[in-house]
């Protein structure tokens, strides 16, 4: 279910950054918000959490703080 999850949400909130953002930029902004994702992530707990919910979750907030 997370998969499906993580795959629905990408598919929705990922057309439309690409729609603000263009195709280039979403690549950094997805490079960028998964970079910064796991190094918050070792400042909090002692293991690493690595995958694509911490990107997904940074194009979520590139789209809000571009939209409200």
Known sequence: SHVVFN???LLIFGNLMEK???AH???????V???LGIL???LI????????SVC???IIGGYVSLNY
């Open 40 to 42: 918050f992530s070792s």
């Open 7 to 9: 795959t629905i949400t």
């Open 56 to 58: 997904i979750f940074g």
């Open 45 to 52: 707990k002692l293991s690493i959490s690595v995958g694509a």
């Open 20 to 22: 603000i953002i263009k």
């Open 33 to 35: 918000t998964g970079i």
């Open 25 to 31: 930029k979403m690549v950094y902004l997805w490079l």
